[in-house]
């Protein structure tokens, strides 16, 4: 069942559009990412959701009824932002019990306690809640901004960058409670985010935006099986997805500034069109080989980054770039030079202009 809808949403500031035709479900229970870079568009998608801007175009659905001319006070949706809003004169418990004692969500002090100490609990702040928020830190004002949205118990919630003001290791534990605590409640979420890590760990679907777009929606194993866009490959993957720049001429594709080629029919072109295209394949399909195996590409690892179990290396081949993960337990040196081959079969080809498939696997 789709709990939400924006339908054609146009939002613009001054010269700046922010939203151009954004269209988005969610479906009931669900986590959906909202995923994509600085300026795409996250927090304006929620905003408008929420009731906090009004479109220029477009219409917000909840529950089969059109709310845009609704106000935010008047939606059944709760929004945690990047910064925790908290209202430091009142302590933790009063900040969570804030809304239901508004004149819109007001219920009796006997259900504000029960409410306040059941997501103080979910959360584990319950220990915290005589002190004063400016006594906590930013994980623990960030958990009571969380709780403070769950006692309302709305129709959406919408998490706008909540983790990102925080150090690694306080936003893998919040992640976890998070997925816990939707778990416990199975409440609808729309979490934005321009960290792919916790958008994959969070979501049952992601939803990548770019220019106030959404490009595509799927889950995590269908984005990976079936990006439509290269854009797709850039937004998603830890690595994300390598990238060449090439050209197809003579029913072969080209790789710019080298000696590599493969024919169109190794790729999966049923036409073979003339003009400069992307090559995408993803890192886990590339495989580093020794320089007398067919096809290898010579590269020159550029640098190394220890992951623990892992390291990425970063490769320059020519003018392209590309990031690898690596057993931790194989020898190589920034530096070096290796190689690797790109299997055609797996790989995806875009159109450089539009960023769009070309290749028929999908």
């Not at 669900?30 to 929620?46: D, I, N, R, S, W």
């Not at 534990?173 to 934005?192: M, N, P, W």
């Amino acid at each position: 069942m789709t709990v939400l809808q924006a339908l054609g949403l146009v939002k613009s500031f001054g010269v700046i559009r922010a939203l151009d035709g954004l269209e988005l479900a969610v479906r009931e229970g669900e986590v959906l990412a909202l995923l994509g870079p600085t300026g795409a568009g996250k927090t304006t998608t929620l905003r408008t959701i929420a009731g906090l801007e009004t479109p220029d175009e477009g219409r917000v659905i909840l529950d089969g009824e059109d709310v845009t001319p609704l106000g935010a006070r008047e939606r059944d949706v709760a929004v945690v932002f990047e910064r925790f809003n908290l209202l430091s004169t009142l302590s933790v418990r009063d900040n969570i019990a804030f809304p239901l004692r508004s004149p819109v969500y007001r219920q009796d002090e006997d259900e504000i306690e029960r409410r306040v100490a059941t997501a103080a609990t979910d959360l584990r702040i319950d220990h915290l809640l005589d002190r004063n928020t400016d006594q906590l830190s930013g994980g623990e004002r960030q958990r009571v901004a969380i709780a403070r949205a769950l006692v309302r118990r709305p129709r959406v919630f919408l998490l706008d960058e909540p983790l990102s003001a925080l150090d690694l290791k306080l936003r893998e534990s919040l992640q976890s409670e998070l997925k816990r605590v939707h778990e416990a409640y199975g409440a609808t979420v729309v979490y934005a985010s321009h960290d792919f890590p916790s958008a994959a760990m969070l979501a049952d679907r992601i939803a990548l935006i770019e220019n106030g777009r959404v490009v595509q929606v799927d889950t995590l194993s269908g984005l990976i099986a079936d990006p439509s866009a290269a854009t797709v490959g850039r937004l998603i993957g830890s690595p994300a997805m390598a990238q060449f720049a090439g050209h197809i001429a003579d029913g072969q594709l080209h790789l710019d500034e080298t000696e590599v080629a493969f024919s169109c029919d190794a790729l999966g072109l049923e036409t073979h069109p003339r003009g400069s295209v992307i090559l995408g394949v993803w890192p886990e399909d590339l495989a580093i080989c020794g320089a007398d195996s067919t096809g290898s590409v010579p590269a020159l690892v550029w640098a190394t980054d220890f992951r623990g179990a892992d390291r990425v290396i970063e490769l320059h081949c020519g003018p392209h770039r590309l990031r690898k993960a690596v057993p931790r337990s194989m020898s190589v040196r920034q530096g070096e030079r290796i190689h690797f081959a790109i299997r055609p079969e797996r790989c995806f080809v875009y159109d450089a202009a539009t960023g769009r498939r070309q290749d028929a696997r999908s």
